[in-house]
């Protein structure tokens, strides 16, 4: 049975890099555009990108093969929610500060 630690660092797996990749090609895009950045210069995030695509669909094959009861899926919801709750809170703190 998955204890609620095992769902909230998986959850966080998936959250956490799942967001970045979704926002890569703008922020390549940025890079290229206000600070004339070459391939090679914004080689790092391109690269990251996939390896966080790579990260999230791993931990949502581990969700899937051991979150089987309606209670884990419930855990797995709430945990999801709680993380993206975070990431909102993270980047209206950034917005806040420089914004």
């Known amino acids: 049975m998955a204890t ?6 998986v959850i966080k797996e998936i959250i956490e890099p799942g967001v970045d990749p979704l926002m ?3 922020r390549i895009d940025a890079l290229k ?9 914004y080689q790092f995030f391109t690269v990251h990108a996939v390896a966080d ?10 969700i899937a093969k051991h979150a089987n009861t309606e209670r884990q899926m419930e855990l797995v919801r709430e945990a999801a929610r709680q993380m993206v709750r ?7 703190g950034i917005y806040n500060a420089y914004g």
């Open 4 to 9: 609620q630690a095992f769902v909230d660092s």
């Open 24 to 26: 890569a090609e703008e």
């Open 33 to 41: 555009k206000h600070y004339g950045l070459n391939d090679k210069q």
């Open 53 to 62: 695509q790579e990260h999230t669909a791993m931990a949502a094959e581990v």
């Open 86 to 92: 975070f990431k909102i809170a993270k980047f209206k």
